[in-house]
């Protein structure tokens, strides 16, 4: 069941890195405008001075020696001042919330990506949100080589993007798992048709939700 703890409407996007998001989003700020929202966009990791500069240390290609267990409570921590600063305040003030990735990236890319204890990811995670969760979230599904072909055009790859492919398909493959387990939350979305066509199935979700005011 979805809990509906605050006001505001809490929405979160996912996915494979070139998955479309970035994309997507503009386009669910302006309908949920059009619908009478008041909407906020953040970004995850980042969205706060503190949490970007956590932002800079996790995607620095730099630091190749960071261990899985910091990456795990680095990526938390970001997420957990983000929750405090912006995204609780925000929700509390009746605001819809869109966020470029949250928890399930942890649980993919942390969990499944670097085949991490998944559990113990999200017990951190329920820490670091206070259990606050999106209402839905959208994960992105394209196949991870053809999101290749569309990063390839993006200038400069980061720390996790450096990764390569095989662990881009672990991540992928988790995204699907966590549909599987959360599917009153986690909606899959075809991220491989045209723009207009990925958007009006995100746009029907957000019906069904209630999302649209009259
Ligand atoms: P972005 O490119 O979508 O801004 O995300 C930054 C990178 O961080 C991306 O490769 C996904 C990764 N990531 C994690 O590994 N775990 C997380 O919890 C989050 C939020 C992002």
């Known amino acids: 069941m979805l809990r509906i703890k605050y006001k505001g409407l809490f929405i979160s996007i996912e996915g494979t890195d070139g998955c479309g998001k970035s994309t997507q989003i503009p386009l669910i700020k302006e309908y949920m405008e059009g619908a009478g929202h008041n909407v906020v966009v953040m970004r995850e990791p980042g969205g706060t001075a503190i949490?970007?500069?956590?932002?800079?240390?996790?995607?620095?290609t730099g630091n190749t020696a960071m261990s899985t267990k910091t990456e795990i409570l680095l990526y938390a921590a970001a997420r957990a001042q983000i929750m405090e600063e912006k995204i609780i305040p925000a929700l509390k003030e009746g605001k819809t919330v869109i966020c470029d990735r949250f928890v399930d990236s942890s649980y993919a890319y942390q969990g499944f990506g670097r085949d991490s204890d998944?559990?113990?990811?999200?017990?951190?995670?329920?820490?670091?949100?206070?259990?606050?969760?999106?209402?839905?979230?959208?994960?992105?599904?394209?196949?991870?080589?053809?999101?290749?072909?569309?990063?390839?055009?993006?200038?400069?790859?980061?720390?996790?993007?450096?990764?390569?492919?095989?662990?881009?398909?672990?991540?992928?493959?988790?995204?699907?798992?966590?549909?599987?387990?959360?599917?009153?939350?986690?909606?899959?979305?075809?991220?491989?048709?045209?723009?207009?066509?990925?958007?009006?199935?995100?746009?029907?979700?957000?019906?069904?939700?209630?999302?649209?005011?009259?």
């Open 51 to 60: 949490s970007e500069k956590i932002r800079s240390i996790l995607l620095d």
């Open 118 to 214: 998944l559990e113990e990811i999200i017990r951190i995670n329920k820490f670091a949100t206070s259990g606050v969760m999106p209402n839905i979230t959208f994960f992105m599904d394209i196949s991870p080589k053809v999101a290749l072909k569309r990063r390839m055009a993006a200038a400069a790859t980061d720390r996790i993007e450096n990764e390569g492919m095989d662990f881009q398909v672990h991540v992928h493959a988790g995204f699907h798992a966590l549909a599987k387990r959360f599917p009153e939350r986690i909606k899959v979305i075809d991220a491989t048709q045209d723009v207009n066509s990925v958007f009006s199935k995100i746009k029907e979700y957000i019906i069904l939700l209630g999302g649209q005011k009259s």
